[in-house]
């Protein structure tokens, strides 16, 4: 366990599964925790302290009118794949909230699209040793042809849990 908090914990128990049940229960548990998360159909590729990555496959649900993953999709994709990341470091005493987003659309994207969130160790350490705070978390998010879709800028906060 890289951190002690609610969801390196569950993470934890689900790492002691079979290899191959491990990404579905992932999926389904946190799905379960963040409903749109779940009704959209995120898959969790990879949760550590330092990076999250995750995928959005072009599926009719989540589909613009020319059957590509709907821009609504993609700023969750950069919202979940951000606030997950912070997740992993935030003190049980203390509760994440989205601040601010915003997101430019530079591309039409083609299939399935990723984001990729990642935190510094000084932004791991003001999180974790911080009572109260904000921080602005790098996020890329590309489609299947590896090229960038979007870029966004997503802001998250902290505070004590009353």
């Not at 995120?42 to 589909?63: A, D, G, W, Y």
């Not at 993953?69 to 979940?80: C, N, P, Q, R, Y």
């Not at 794949?81 to 997740?87: I, Q, Y």
């Amino acid at each position: 366990m890289e951190f002690n908090n609610f969801l390196n914990r569950n993470l934890a128990k689900i790492q002691k599964l079979p290899v191959f049940l491990q990404g579905k229960v992932r999926d389904y548990s946190i799905g379960r925790l963040v409903k749109f998360v779940g009704t959209a159909g995120i898959h969790f590729n990879k949760m550590s302290c330092r990076e999250v990555v995750i995928t959005l496959p072009n599926k009719p649900r989540v589909q613009n009118h020319i059957r590509q993953i709907h821009a609504a999709a993609s700023a969750l994709l950069a919202e979940t794949a951000t606030g997950m990341v912070v997740g992993m470091n935030i003190p049980d005493t203390s509760i994440p909230l989205m601040k601010s987003m915003s997101v430019k659309y530079i591309k039409r994207s083609l299939g399935q699209q990723k984001a990729v969130a990642t935190l510094t160790a000084q932004q791991i350490s003001q999180i974790r040793e911080t009572a109260k705070g904000d921080v602005n978390v790098a996020v890329k998010i590309t489609d299947e042809t590896e090229e960038e879709v979007a870029v966004a800028e997503m802001i998250w906060a902290w505070i004590p849990k009353t």
